[in-house]
């Protein structure tokens, strides 16, 4: 059902005309906040930064299973387990939303999938780094969650109708994750020294990397102006991180944790709180593919993806059989 923009591949090449009257057209539509939907004339680039973008969304959602994967048998109760394995489930559906709505644009699920394996597609930097304590796992919910839902709730009213959809609900489910990251903070706050230190340890090793997750700051952006004429991309990259320092350091002060950033304070003039300079090195070495887990992560896919294949070739028997009936009925 999600394949329907496969009939209009050859408008994703480049040297298709696009005429001066379609371009303005397609450009009041989305002024005028009408959804862009998959059947609908869109220029070219319009298509390729979707594809761009949202396959790379979708593959940072099947990576960043791994590094909370990793704590599902050590989970330390019953209750944190379920729940750990829900949440892990969930990133695996909004996987699964995202290709899809990717495929409305005429890209096939194999072809995306190719590129991550080939390393040829990114996926998002802070999944690159490990998780070493429980604590993790709350910071993962509480940070990296709460910097998703930042960048994602104005998603919901991209211009293009397949993603804004998938949005949704995804927004709707990392909320649930931001707060099981922080109740597991919460409850390691009231918890020992060592629990707390724990928990200190983690903050200082998740905090700018999260922070990285909204991508280079504006000046370095290369997508932003276009993504945002085009409705794609509501708020810059810098704006939301801002939106996210300003409402995660109250959070951290509730939970008794020290951002690790001497620069960081409320600024009474602009309403916001400054924060210290992003070590920009590091984000585009984790990149590059130079991150402290990018060999390992890369390296889980493509195991899961050939343990797979018996699944897509049984898959593929059963669709050529039931055709055969159905021919045959
Ligand atoms: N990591 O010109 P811009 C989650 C790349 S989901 C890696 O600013 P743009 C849920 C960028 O792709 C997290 N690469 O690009 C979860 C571009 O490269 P390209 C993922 C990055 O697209 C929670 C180049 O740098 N969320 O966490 C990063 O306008 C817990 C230039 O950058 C999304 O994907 C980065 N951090 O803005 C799951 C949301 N930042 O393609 C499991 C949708 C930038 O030219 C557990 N995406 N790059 O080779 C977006 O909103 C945008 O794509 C941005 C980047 C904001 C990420």
């Not at 303005?24 to 761009?52: C, G, N, S």
């Not at 939106?243 to 001497?262: M, R």
Request: aromatic residues 10%; glycine residues 6%; hydrophobic residues 40%.
């Amino acid at each position: 059902m999600y394949t329907q923009g496969l009939d209009q591949k050859q408008k994703t090449d480049k040297s298709a005309a696009e005429s001066e009257e379609q371009l303005v057209h397609f450009q009041a539509r989305v002024d005028a906040e009408e959804k862009i939907e998959a059947k609908d004339w869109m220029p070219a680039a319009y298509r390729q930064t979707l594809v761009r973008q949202i396959s790379q969304h979708a593959h940072s959602e099947i990576v960043g299973m791994l590094p909370e994967g990793n704590w599902i048998t050590r989970a330390p109760t019953l209750r944190r387990k379920a729940i750990l394995m829900a949440k892990v489930q969930d990133e695996a559906g909004h996987g699964l939303y995202l290709y899809s709505s990717a495929e409305t644009l005429g890209v096939s699920r194999d072809e995306m999938v190719d590129q991550l394996l080939t390393g040829r597609a990114k996926y998002s930097s802070i999944f690159n780094y490990p998780t070493l304590s429980w604590a993790d796992i709350g910071m993962i919910g509480w940070l990296v969650d709460g910097a998703a839902i930042m960048n994602q709730i104005p998603l919901c009213r991209c211009s293009y109708g397949p993603y804004a959809r998938a949005m949704v609900r995804i927004c709707k489910e990392e909320s649930f994750h931001q707060r099981q990251g922080f109740d597991i903070l919460v409850s390691l706050s009231k918890g020992s020294d060592a629990q707390r230190r724990m928990s200190q340890a983690s903050l200082e090793r998740w905090w700018w990397p999260a922070l990285m997750m909204f991508g280079p700051g504006d000046a370095d952006s290369k997508h932003s102006a276009q993504s945002m004429a085009w409705k794609i991309k509501r708020f810059s990259n810098d704006e939301l991180r801002q939106k996210f320092v300003d409402v995660t350091v109250p959070q951290a002060e509730h939970l008794g944790l020290k951002i690790p950033d001497p620069d960081l304070r409320w600024n009474e003039e602009t309403g916001h709180y400054d924060f210290g300079e992003i070590d920009w090195e590091e984000f585009y070495q984790v990149l590059k593919g130079n991150g402290p887990c990018n060999r390992e992560r890369l390296g889980a896919r493509r195991k899961a993806h050939a343990d797979g294949a018996w699944v897509r070739e049984a898959a593929r028997a059963y669709a050529a059989k039931a055709k055969d009936r159905q021919a045959a009925a």
